[in-house]
DNA sequence: AGCTTACACGTACACGCGTACGTCATGCAA
DNA sequence: TTGCATGACGTACGCGTGTACGTGTAAGCT
């Protein structure tokens, strides 16, 4: 588990950009963030090359245009994010995360099947490993 | 909905206590923190001022001492924190946390259990909204 | 060959945050 | 009544972050 420093609110987003659109040069991730929001090239460089001396990124020259690729899987960095929040907001206790996100923003037909359907498979996996135990 | 500057890591440990000891004075605020961390009395002190500039905390003299006490209900900072990283790691939609977070942190049959009657719950609520539709 | 464009890279700068010191006033003890 | 303890409040300082400029250089166009 690398000791990596955090990636910042702004750093997070040019993360999100190089997972989805893979290895890339500055110029095509910045493209892809002016979607989003106005945002200055070399900003995004800056971002970039902090990033990268986070140790989140890795860049390679190919020819004289630096192309940026990711060290990080998503996963890793969503645990380690989610993980600070539950630390933060609820003591270490997901469970009231998950019941403050369900109860908080509703849900849908849709979505309760979609959960019914997610502890089920829990428990059947459950179960497994319980029937080693008894 | 009050549009405040967000409450800083550290910040957000001060917000804590306070909401469970309720008003209190710099020196008690710091005391309940001392147990989890060192931290210098002065350091909570400016903390508490700068959470009253941002509009999280009130502040009246009791004689000569400084009480503070908390504006906001946890619910609405919880709720403002979990949005944020919500949008900022699964594009807004709340499905993927509640899905990654009993996916990674695993579940015991206890927790099957209160998912279990979590759902019960929102479906029967859900229901009585249904038949309203249909 | 000279000019323009595109890019890398160093540098900068203001603001927020984490942390704390120093000074001044006030209340209590001797 | 003269200290000492306690607390408020102003101030400071280094680091991270958001943002971008300026300079140098290489590639392509004319």
């Known amino acids: 588990m690398a000791e990596r420093p955090v990636l910042s609110k702004w750093e997070m987003d040019v993360a999100r950009v190089v997972w989805e659109i893979g290895p890339a040069s500055v110029r095509e991730i910045h493209e892809h963030l002016s979607k989003q929001r106005q945002i200055d090239f070399t900003t995004v460089q800056t971002y ?5 001396s986070k140790g989140y990124l890795n860049s390679s020259l190919k020819g004289r245009i ?3 690729s990711s060290r990080t899987r998503p996963g ?6 989610v993980n600070e929040l539950v ?8 469970m009231p995360l998950v019941r403050h996100l369900i109860e908080d923003r509703g849900v ?24 080693a135990d008894e």
């Open 48 to 52: 970039l090359r902090r990033m990268e």
């Open 108 to 131: 849908d037909r849709e979505k309760i099947a979609e959960l019914r359907e997610l502890i089920e498979r829990l428990e059947t996996e459950q179960q497994q490993k319980g029937t």
């Open 76 to 81: 890793t960095v969503i645990r380690e994010n």
């Open 66 to 68: 630096r192309i940026y």
């Open 87 to 94: 630390d933060r907001l609820f003591g270490g206790e997901y």
